[in-house]
């Protein structure tokens, strides 16, 4: 088990790497700065991908073939799909979702 020191060092690295690398983008692309493109087009495709990529990645062991047939992915799915459609709330979509296919997996589809 670590102690407390070690487990403050690893916050604080952690913390100290995650700032300087969004104090970095600052740094780099400053207000009176154009930004490049490039980077541009980045950003406005990249969050669309990454979403693509955690949808494959969650519902790649889905089992079709057995119970319960993939209903708690698609009821989960569906609901994240209609809020998101609804609200345009992407943390409020998630969330729901998240915490819908959890009952359904842990109390509805047992």
Not at 53 to 79: D, F, H, N, R, W
Not at 100 to 109: E, H, P, S, T
Request: aromatic share 10%; glycine share 6%.
């Amino acid at each position: 088990m670590l102690d407390v020191v070690s487990s403050l060092v690893m916050v604080a690295a952690v913390a100290i790497a995650t700032f300087s690398t969004r104090a970095a983008s600052f740094l780099v692309f400053p207000k009176d700065k154009e930004v490049p493109p490039t980077v541009k087009y980045i950003g406005a495709v990249l969050p669309p991908a990454v979403i693509g990529m955690l949808v494959v990645y969650c519902l790649k062991s889905t089992q079709v073939l057995e119970y319960p047939y993939g209903a708690p992915e698609l009821i989960a799915c569906l609901v994240v799909i209609g809020l998101h459609a609804w609200r345009r709330n992407v943390l409020l979509s998630v969330g729901v979702g998240t915490v819908l296919y959890m009952v359904l997996v842990q109390a509805v589809f047992v």
